[in-house]
T-cell receptor, first 117, second 110 residues
């Protein structure tokens, strides 16, 4: 079956702009989570969506937001971009959300690499 | 907040060697994940553990819940095993999302 698809794979923006990243999960998966990876901080949890509801959010400013659609596809948005937002943004899908008390294997996309100039 | 520590940070070994990567965490968890990341960024889930031991081919993962410790072993290592291996945990009932270790950079030389 098709894997997790993230678009775009690469993008360059300038400070102050905004960006929207998309994630299509594996068919049948209703949980989508987002992560930021930087050389300095490593991987950090951004947020998790399940059935169109945000289940939890990591320690990121309000400039970072997301949503999930009825077909389980998810988008994340970063407004007023800063240089420090340059990172690899990864999404992962699973059958169960982390807050469910159940645990499901995670399937990651290839990531969207954002460069802010 | 859970603190996840991995060791070693970097490991270079010869092909065929037995490899062990360690992960310890500070707070009780519902699950621990071992992930593999190759250059270019893509991440593959190797194991998800909540207790005991799992084996896939040459890879073995163990977890000791009482000790708050997990190990990833690679038997008969091969240059294609060269990658970053990352430990991640679900804790706080999942409310905190995943917390990640810094990763172990593994290089297997032919």
């Amino acid at each position: 079956k098709a894997g997790v698809t993230q678009t775009p794979r690469y993008l360059i923006k300038t400070r102050g702009q905004q960006v929207t990243l998309s994630c299509s999960p594996i068919s049948g998966h209703r949980s989508v989570s987002w992560y930021q990876q930087t050389p300095g901080q490593g991987l950090q949890f951004l947020f998790e969506y399940f059935s169109e509801t945000q289940r939890n959010k990591g320690n990121f400013p309000g400039r970072f937001s997301g949503r999930q659609f009825s077909n389980s596809r998810s988008e994340m948005n970063v407004s007023t971009l800063e240089l420090g937002d340059s990172a690899l943004y990864l999404c992962a899908s699973s059958l169960f959300p982390g807050t469910s008390g159940l645990t499901g294997e995670l399937f990651f996309g290839e990531g969207s690499r954002l460069t802010v100039l | 907040k859970n603190e996840v520590e991995q060791s070693p940070q970097n490991l270079t070994a010869q092909e065929g060697e037995f490899i062990t990567i360690n992960c310890s965490y500070s707070v009780g968890i519902s699950a621990l994940h071992w992930l593999q990341q190759h250059p270019g960024g893509g991440i593959v889930s190797l194991f998800m553990l909540s207790s005991g031991k799992k084996k896939h081919g040459r890879l073995i993962a163990t977890i000791n819940i009482q000790e708050k410790h997990s190990s990833l072993h690679i038997t008969a290592s091969h240059p294609r095993d060269s990658a970053v291996y990352i430990c991640a945990v679900n804790s706080g009932g999942g409310a905190d999302g995943l917390t990640f270790g810094k990763g172990t950079h593994l290089i297997i030389q032919p």
